[in-house]
């Protein structure tokens, strides 16, 4: 590994202990691990969900529960492997009965994913669902956006679907495996 490459994984290091350790909000008394996220320091895309759920607040890894299940497969069929990518969330600790975080708990949250993509400097930040648009770039309309690519302040972000919202419209999996696949082919171009 290079020295820059040392860099990352030391600074990403730093991140997840702070946020191992974290009492910005209220959500550090009712989980029972942070899940700072996990992957390469040198990923190509970081994949950016809403919060961990009841499996990942266990492991405290991200996507590790059904939802991840589901992106993992979806990589693999766009031949995307999970050791080129870093996957994180918008908020690092479950949120009670898994309701959406709250503005607040974005706020206090936002600074460890804003650290994680300066220090990994991907070529794209996927979005995955409603509320990393909405907290990452104030976005509407996930549904009507996703499959797009878009450059803000000099940095890629590309926007599909979450994972669980195909558990409960089956239709989606088609849509979430074609984002991927186009995913894959704009790491190939850049
Ligand atoms: N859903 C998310 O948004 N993130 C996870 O880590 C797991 C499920």
Do not use: W
């Not at 974290?22 to 320091?41: D, I, M, Q, Y």
């Not at 069929?77 to 949120?95: D, E, G, H, L, P």
């Not at 495996?177 to 190939?188: A, P, R, V, Y």
Request: aromatic letters at 4%; hydrophobic letters at 35%; proline letters at 4%.
């Amino acid at each position: 590994m290079n020295t820059k490459n040392n860099n990352s994984l030391d600074l990403l290091t730093q991140i997840s202990d702070d946020v191992i350790h974290c009492t910005n909000c209220e959500l550090c008394h009712t989980r029972k691990n942070a899940v700072p996220g996990e992957g390469s320091a040198s990923a190509n895309v970081i994949f950016v969900g809403e919060a961990p759920g009841k499996s990942e607040d266990i492991q405290g890894k991200p996507f590790v529960g059904r939802a991840g299940k589901i992106l993992e497969a979806a990589l693999l069929n766009a031949k995307i492997s999970r050791s080129q990518v870093f996957i994180t969330n918008i908020v690092k600790c479950r949120t009670p009965r898994n309701r959406r975080p709250k503005q607040d708990e974005i706020s206090r949250c936002n600074d460890y994913l804003n650290k994680q993509i300066s220090v990994i400097n991907p070529k794209i930040v996927c979005i995955l669902g409603a509320t990393a648009y909405s907290a990452l770039l104030g976005g509407k309309g996930i549904t009507l956006n996703r499959g797009k690519l878009i450059s803000i302040d000099g940095r890629d972000y590309f926007l599909t679907i979450h994972p669980a919202a195909t558990l409960y419209r089956r239709r989606l999996l088609r849509v979430l495996e074609e984002d991927m696949m186009k995913l894959s082919k704009l790491i190939m171009e850049q």
